[in-house]
């Protein structure tokens, strides 16, 4: 019989199908084609792109020219707009205000031919502290309450088809819904325990090592028990911390490490799979009525990769749950290594 399981962190109800026979060649993807045609984000070509915000570049180069290994740039067509106020207004019975936000591209490497999880260590490193310095920047506009960083591999999750590997970064006036889901279950949690809700299911993970796909000395990853899609993975640092930006100098390292350990696993397990991947951190704490105070003991942050091998139907939408039709513990073992 199938299962409906209940996630922990957000109430969201997936049918878990029931099977043992799961061959992840069912899933398997042609690997995508990466365009020919001009590409803003080589190295080069750095004139063609809005200036550069931030980038980590070999001792000597300039701004804007080549010499980079990571480099951060506005989005050229955004979504939001960093110019402005916000302008809060109520118009007939709907909330509404400007467009206001950042929305940059993190150019991975400068070359158009690599992937992320064909990078070194330490050039994904590079990625991951790109990120937090961009965090820590847009912390200081104080019209900002959330950083949300994401990434699109394969045109099927979303990618651009120039192909250069990209992450994307926006910061949003309002912490998104999905975030906040989490974000009171957590503090309920906390309030009814006192101690963080993912630390418990951590310690469950490692434990039964059911769903556990890879581990090194500060990080974990895993099957999530009530994952939505096939071969969901999450990855959580196993120490507790609410806010991505304060990661130590070693765990950006091992983090880089299990990140590429995983994503070579799914390439190799299902050929290189479109997935969209995704930080899920706490929002700027922002002294506001009403706010609690225990976010940053009751909030873990962590990663999501979901691999986009099955589509969305109309019961996914119209329900909020999902069906997944491989079960987590399946799918942890066809990754392992
Ligand atoms: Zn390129
Ligand atoms: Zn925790």
């Known amino acids: 019989m199938s299962q409906m399981r209940k996630d922990v962190f957000t109430g969201r109800w997936v049918i878990t199908a029931e099977t043992t026979t799961v061959r992840p060649s069912d899933f398997h993807f042609k690997k995508f084609a990466r365009e020919t045609t001009f590409c803003p984000f080589c190295e080069t070509n750095e004139a063609s792109t809005p200036p550069e915000v931030f980038a980590i570049r070999k001792p000597g180069s300039s701004p804007n020219r080549p010499g980079w290994s990571v480099r ?3 989005n050229s067509n955004p979504r939001l707009r960093i110019e402005g106020e916000l302008g809060r207004r109520a118009e007939e019975f709907h909330d509404l205000m400007n467009g206001v ?15 992320l999880h064909e990078l070194e260590i330490l050039e994904i490193s590079d990625v991951i502290r790109a ?7 847009l912390e200081g506009d104080k019209r900002m309450r ?7 591999h394969g045109e099927e999750a979303g990618a651009h088809t120039i192909g250069h590997s990209i992450s994307q970064l926006m910061a949003l006036p309002v912490t998104p819904g999905a975030v906040k889901t989490k974000l009171i279950t ?9 101690r963080c809700i993912y630390c418990d299911v951590l ?17 974990l990853a895993f099957a999530p028990f009530a994952s939505r899609f096939p071969f969901e993975m999450a990855v959580f640092p196993k120490s507790h911390n609410s806010a991505f ?6 765990q950006v390292e091992s983090l880089a490490q299990i990140l590429r350990d995983v994503l070579r696993r799914l390439d190799h397990t299902l050929g290189g799979p479109p997935y969209n991947l995704s930080l899920q951190d706490r929002p700027f704490l922002r002294p506001r009525a009403g706010y609690w105070n225990t976010i940053d003991e009751d909030f873990h942050w962590h990663l999501e990769i979901l691999p986009q091998v099955v589509r969305i139907t109309g019961f996914e939408w119209a329900s909020g749950f999902f069906y997944n039709p491989v079960p987590p513990e399946i799918a942890a073992r066809c990754l392992l290594p």
Do not use: C, W
Request: a positive charge; zero cysteines; charged letters at 35%.
């Open 146 to 152: 959330y950083v949300l960083i994401f990434k699109n």
């Open 245 to 250: 930006s304060r990661i130590s100098a070693g």
């Open 203 to 219: 310690q469950q993970e490692l434990k039964g090592r059911k769903r556990l796909i890879a581990e090194n000395e500060d990080f």
């Open 101 to 115: 936000g950042a929305h940059e591209i993190i150019a991975e490497t400068p070359r158009h031919d690599r992937s």
């Open 186 to 194: 957590a503090r309920d949690y906390f309030a009814l325990k006192e």
């Open 72 to 74: 951060v740039v506005p």
């Open 131 to 137: 990120y937090v310095a961009r965090m820590v920047d």
